[in-house]
């Protein structure tokens, strides 16, 4: 499995000893692609973006941001299968008022 971001969606693999490709991490999620299965040839799953909460008391009007893009899928290895893709990032915003 991929690391989860704060907000989850880490791509997983499932199957039963058998070769299977990683999946995708959900997007928007900043998690981890999910490795492969299959014997000697697995890999691990990738890692998460980080998360921060910020609290500003005097906003401006406008403000430069960037979003991370998602993680390329690891190459296939020597079972044939590649790793899941990496989720994008995200920014999220909230408003509270004090009355």
Known sequence: MGGNSCVGGAGTT???GSSVAGGSAA???G???GGTTGG???SNG????GCAQVIIDAPLATYAYAVGAAGTAGTA???GQTGGAGGSG?????EHYNF
Do not use: D, H, L, M
């Open 14 to 16: 499932s199957g039963n």
């Open 27 to 29: 997007t928007n999620s």
């Open 31 to 33: 998690s981890g692609g």
């Open 40 to 42: 000697a040839s697995s």
């Open 90 to 94: 995200s920014i999220s915003v909230e």
């Open 46 to 49: 990738g890692a998460a973006g």
């Open 77 to 79: 290895g020597s079972g």
